[in-house]
């Protein structure tokens, strides 16, 4: 992750201001004007491919409004950046209407290139705009002999102390060098084995958190880049550094609670440092500062730092003014230089890095027995706090974290299993008071119970802050019904929780896996609420630097083996295939697809091959998982349904996409391929797992008494289930009929379960969308709306602020329900719900990818919700549909982005009178009528903001 700060950003001004006098002479004939222009999905970022690609927004009063050409020009200085000096590309004007995924075409980059680009179009009528505001990226270091630093490192591992957790301290680092005068730029490209923090004279450099971040560090580590020329100065200065253990050598997973031979130090024994301070000045020369045997190092006030069991921290070890010029280090040691892994790639951090999100203020403070206190932060969340204490030196603070209290107002520890996740503080005994933040752990909770104040403390005595990866927040929902804008709330907040580095399972007990199976089941939904194309961008690489022998992807990413059975799961696996196919439509990014492109057909071959020729998976073909046929539909509550029928169906609902993501990069052969493997499966399983006529079946009996499966209180596995029909129908792996008489079995199912849902994690997120798609919207809604167990609504009314791993995790007045260990109270997948709410609910739904092109069809409610307003900003711009229904009319209201065609469902019977702006339809020549399909009046529109009133006499 790059920063390019506040001189850049001067100098963009002025270069903005120049270049509106230079370009003068190009006449300006429309207002369509491009803006939040972006590089590999970033404003201003430093990156380290050759061609990376280049987006904008665009915007204009006009309705209808597209691109018919563009120009974009880029040089390595914002004085040379008008069309006829731009030394590093002048596109010249190209016909097109593409505003992204542009790759740049210029000169070649080198590493540390600073480019300044800027863009324009040509509106619908092939006049020019203006141009767009400077903007800027920068080359990293390409390539790795770039680096002149070391590793340098400490070894403190016969520190660790402790019967359970072997926690050793974390090392320092300094380094002291005189600078002259006059710095025209500086830069600080940094990463570590394990988590770093960097300080320049006395600061923090950047905001991040858990930086470098978590990749399989035997194959790759990422750097950061940060521009530090402000924290230069001439003469001394002070370079320091502090590493913990980090993902690195910390502990991980579930490793401690099931006995795993290996719990910490998965990846190597010592963290290490390296760092290299490059300095340019006004007359040329330049200086390189770089790790090695020269910075010395000491361990002190950080005794022990573990993401999983937090930190612990005595300021009366402080080294006061450390990193700080003057500083007297000499009983500090040499560090240890450590010889470089040959395979290991050095590359540029793509993700989002972890950020602050948002300070939260104590609501309530509790007194305990034994002069504790439980401080309420409101809200679950993962994260830290900021502890504020007055106290005499020697005095200990110790944080214990929960997301929930027993009823006896305890706090309930039990769902963290072996995560320790205590913090503690030994004070100085400042008699001004000491603040102490950890930097190196995180917790899941809401609750923190404190020990060791003297006096009743004050609410300011705790902050939390809010720890995330920093994706964009680019949705907006909101209704009438407190219950769904809470869900809502819910679904964003455990996003937040658990998009950490990696999308995580849950932030608090001992586990924090990407786990496939939830990241894959719930990308679509996470779109709406974020821009996830960087953070999965970044997390693609981890899942396939972590694919198996066999070929399989894993069942989470990265993959320490934290237990030796750990491998692969049908449902889990295919975030392989499912994730860079959503990135694929929801970003136009086909680049992800050509990057991973072998390693997804070497999965779905293996996954053909295992098959044996059947296309489809007979009962009990994955008899070599660890559970038995692998996780398939965890969690669900009622019927259970057999793995090899959802393993079955994944496999044909991959080929289909491999067919769509093969056409998109030109694999003609690969998509011939596929759409055979795809007929194939379809009739298979048509065959095979359905009685001709939409009934799914299996033979239950051949599994005996289900042992060694996950059948979770069941004695018997059920292929007419729910979970079944929803994939079939989600999938299209159903002929149109069949789709019909699928549809009915669902609903059927669901009232024979009282109107109740019984999916797990793979049957949940096509369940309402397959509803939706057979007719069902109806019976959608009452499971959207149903307040009983299982349901949203029934954690909703049990006081729920995030999601819940399992419906009945907490219940007022009776507690916890369930197996202690397996009880996260923040835990996204069953938020997948969020794919219905945008897609159905306010009906917005990708077309063409990147939503250059879209529909808005909403699903109108008949009870229980008379008001929706969504927005989601898309990379071609934001898209925005609100519907509300009147006494006698229904009022639709949508955004549509210059530069895009939205297929608009106007909810309607047929021949209802329908206005738009206030003008009968009939009167509106810009819109275009398809006709009616359904109940919706089907138009075309270009971009505008538009308000549609269907008059009805009845209300709708
Ligand atoms: C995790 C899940 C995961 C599952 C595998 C659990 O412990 O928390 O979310 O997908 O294991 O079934």
Request: proline share 4%; net charge negative; glycine share 8%.
């Amino acid at each position: 992750m790059g920063k390019i700060k506040l001189i850049i950003f001067y100098i963009l001004i002025i270069a903005s201001l120049a270049l509106n006098s230079c370009k003068n002479n190009d006449a300006v004939l429309s207002d369509l004007t491009p803006f939040n222009l972006r590089v590999e999905y970033k404003k201003n970022p430093v990156v380290d491919t050759q061609k990376p690609r280049l987006s904008w927004e665009l915007i204009s009063k006009e309705r209808a409004q597209v691109q018919t050409a563009y120009e974009i020009v880029v040089a390595s200085a914002p004085e040379l950046l008008n069309d006829r000096e731009a030394d590093l590309w002048k596109s010249g004007k190209l016909q097109s209407n593409t505003t992204n995924q542009i790759e740049y075409a210029g000169a070649p980059l080198t590493s540390r290139t600073q480019c300044f680009w800027m863009v324009r179009s040509w509106d619908k009528n092939g006049n020019a705009g203006p141009w767009s505001e400077v903007s800027t990226w920068e080359m990293g270091l390409l390539s790795k002999s770039e680096w002149k630093a070391q590793w340098i490192g400490n070894d403190l591992t016969h520190l660790g102390k402790g019967k359970i957790y072997h926690l050793p301290p974390a090392p320092f680092y300094r380094k002291e060098a005189a600078l002259k005068s006059n710095i025209k730029k500086a830069r600080l490209y940094v990463t570590s084995l394990g988590l770093y923090e960097f300080q320049i004279n006395g600061k923090k450099i950047g905001d991040d958190y858990f930086t470098p971040g978590w990749t399989d560090y035997d194959k790759r580590v990422y750097y950061q880049t940060y521009d530090i020329t402000a924290n230069l100065q001439e003469g001394e200065n002070t370079f320091g550094a502090i590493v913990a253990d980090g993902w690195y050598a910390g502990y991980l997973g579930y490793a401690l609670l099931v006995k795993n031979p290996v719990v910490r130090n998965f990846y190597g024994d010592v963290p290490l440092l390296k760092a290299q301070i490059e300095i340019e000045y006004e007359n040329g020369d330049k200086e390189i500062i770089a790790s090695d045997e020269t910075w010395k190092t000491n361990h002190g006030p950080i005794l022990e730092a573990d993401i999983l069991n937090g930190e612990t921290y005595n300021a009366n070890l402080e080294f006061e003014n450390w990193s700080e010029p003057g500083f007297n280090d000499s009983n500090w040691l040499a560090s240890q230089v450590y010889d470089e892994k040959a395979d290991r790639k050095i590359e540029c951090y793509r993700g989002n890095p972890v950020q602050v999100f948002a300070e939260l203020e104590p609501k309530t403070i509790i007194p305990r027995e034994g002069g504790k206190y439980i401080f309420d932060l409101g809200q679950n969340f993962a994260g830290i706090v900021r502890l504020k204490v007055k106290g005499q030196k020697g005095d200990k603070i110790t944080l214990k974290f929960g997301e929930a209290l027993f009823p006896d107002g305890s706090l309930m520890t039990e769902n963290l299993r072996m995560a320790r996740a205590t913090d503690t503080y030994i004070l100085k005994g400042n008699p001004e008071g000491e603040t102490w933040t950890p930097r190196f752990t995180y917790h899941g909770f809401q609750y923190v119970e404190v020990d060791g104040f003297l006096e009743e403390p004050k609410l300011n005595a705790i902050t939390g802050l809010v720890l995330t990866s920093a994706t964009p927040l680019v949705g907006k929902l909101e209704t009438d019904s407190k219950m769904v804008n809470q869900l809502y709330h819910n679904i964003v907040w455990t996003q937040r929780a658990n998009y950490l580095d990696v999308p995580t399972d849950c932030p608090q007990r001992d586990e924090r896996l990407g786990w496939t199976g939830d990241a894959q089941a719930y990308i679509l939904s996470a779109t709406f609420n974020n821009d996830i194309s960087a953070f999965f961008t970044k997390w693609m690489v981890d899942l396939n630097d972590a694919i198996l022998e066999n070929d399989a992807y894993p069942i989470y990413a990265p993959a320490p083996k934290v237990r030796s059975t750990d491998s692969y799961s049908p449902g889990w696996s295919e975030a392989g295939i499912i994730c860079p196919y959503t990135i694929y439509k929801t970003y136009g990014d086909a680049r992800m697809i050509e990057k991973f492109w072998p390693q997804m057909i070497d999965y779905l071959k293996f996954m053909e091959e295992k098959t044996n020729g059947n296309y489809i998976y007979k009962e009990r073909s994955f008899e070599d998982l660890t559970p038995k046929g692998g996780y398939g539909d965890w969690l669900s509550v009622g019927a259970k349904t057999p793995p090899d029928l959802l393993a079955s169906m994944y496999f044909a609902y991959c080929a289909q996409l491999m067919q769509e993501m093969a056409l998109a990069i030109d694999k003609t052969a690969d998509a011939a391929y596929f759409e055979d493997v795809f007929v194939k499966s379809k009739k298979a399983f048509d065959d095979y797992y359905t009685d001709g006529r939409g009934r799914i079946e299996t033979n239950a009996a051949s599994y005996g008494d289900g042992e060694g499966y996950v059948l979770e209180g069941q004695t018997a596995f059920n292929a007419h289930s729910q979970t079944s029909y929803a994939n079939a129908i989600y999938m299209g792996l159903l002929n149109d009929e069949n789709m019909a008489i699928a549809g009915q079995h669902l609903v059927d199912l669901i009232l024979q379960d009282d109107g109740k849902l019984s999916t797990g994690f793979l049957g949940l997120k096509p369940l309402l969308p397959a509803l939706s798609e057979t007719g069902h919207s109806k019976v959608a809604y009452q499971l959207l709306l149903n307040e009983e167990y299982p349901s949203w609504g029934f954690e909703v009314a049990n006081g729920a602020n995030t999601i819940w791993e399992r419906w009945n995790s907490y219940i007022k007045g009776v507690g916890f329900t369930n197996n202690a260990g397996m009880n996260s109270f923040n835990h996204y997948a069953f938020g997948a719900v969020n794919e219905w709410l945008f897609g159905n609910m306010a009906g917005i739904k990708v077309g063409e990818p990147g939503y250059r092109t879209f529909t808005i069809r909403p699903e109108i409610a008949e009870v229980g919700i008379d008001y929706v307003n969504a927005s989601y900003h898309s990379i071609n711009g934001e898209i925005g549909s609100s519907w509300k229904k009147e006494a006698n009319r229904l009022i639709l209201k949508v955004k549509i982005p210059v530069n895009t065609v939205a297929h608009i469902f106007i909810p309607s019977e047929e021949n209802s009178p329908i206005l738009i702006d206030d003008k009968p339809i009939e009167e509106c020549v810009d819109v275009q009528v398809v006709g009616y399909e359904n109940n919706y009046l089907r138009v075309e529109l270009g971009s505008g903001e538009y308000r549609f009133q269907v008059l009805t006499n009845s209300g709708h």
